[in-house]
């Protein structure tokens, strides 16, 4: 077991088709570990050792197959990533109901058990697979790509995403996207582009989600939008909620943008 991000050369990846209920494995891990770790360590405090590089590399390598295997079918991908309960599914299901009948949007769903926000995606109206990764705590190219070949997108079509719920070893994995976008929400703090810059970093876009929550806890809107741009000054950000809607026309045109192929 890695101590650092919790993934596990045992565990066995499962891809469900949320229409037949048909189930496929990748078999046992979704990637490489080397000495029982994906990831190298130090125990002297304040050092710090990054991926092993041919972790990185063999994913980088699949997530180009991936990003070739959209752009042949003029796929728009966008790899949603949050803390748990930030809202991402939430925002999807809405997403889903206010432009299904204009983009053909399929999901896929990221969660170490249980097919619940699959589930939840299917009955809001769009095709899903449900990946569970078991004790591993993202998404990888090699996932993706199983669930993208299962799920089989038509053409010009839009696939969201929906990453496990980590704000740290998501940013680190390409999946061959074509954008990322973190969810970050009001009820748990104002801090997190100053407790997670990797992940505010590799993000176009980020959605600040739960405003209407904004009356009932201390957040300041104005320091977390500050340290955001102070580290990726190009990522838009959206005030939104995908429970009462506010904000969300803004997230629709970009979907809308990069679903024709351009940016905002």
Known sequence: MCMTCGCSPEAEITLTDMQTGRHARLGAGAHEHHDGHGHSHSHEHGTIIPLEHNLLSKNDRLAERNRGWLAGRGIHAVN??????????????????????????????????????????????????????????????EMAGAALRQLDPPQGSVVLIENVGNLVCPAMFDLGEQARV??????????KPAKYPHMFRKADVIVLNKMDLLPHVQFDVAAFERAARNL??????????????????AWREWLRAGAKGSKL
Do not use: W, Y
């Not at 190009?234 to 026309?249: C, D, H, K, P, R």
């Open 80 to 141: 949603l990533m949050s803390s748990p309960g930030a809202g991402k599914t939430t925002l999807l299901e809405r997403t889903i109901r206010e432009l299904g009948a204009e983009l053909r949007i399929h999901v896929i769903e990221g969660d170490q058990e249980t097919a619940l926000d699959g589930k939840r995606i299917r009955a809001a109206g769009a095709a899903a697979i449900q990946i569970n990764t078991g004790a591993a705590c993202h998404l990888d190219a």
């Open 182 to 191: 973190i969810v970050a929400s009001v009820p748990e703090g104002d801090d």
């Open 232 to 249: 990726n000054p190009a990522a838009l950000i959206f005030q939104v909620s995908a429970t009462t809607g506010q904000g969300l026309e």
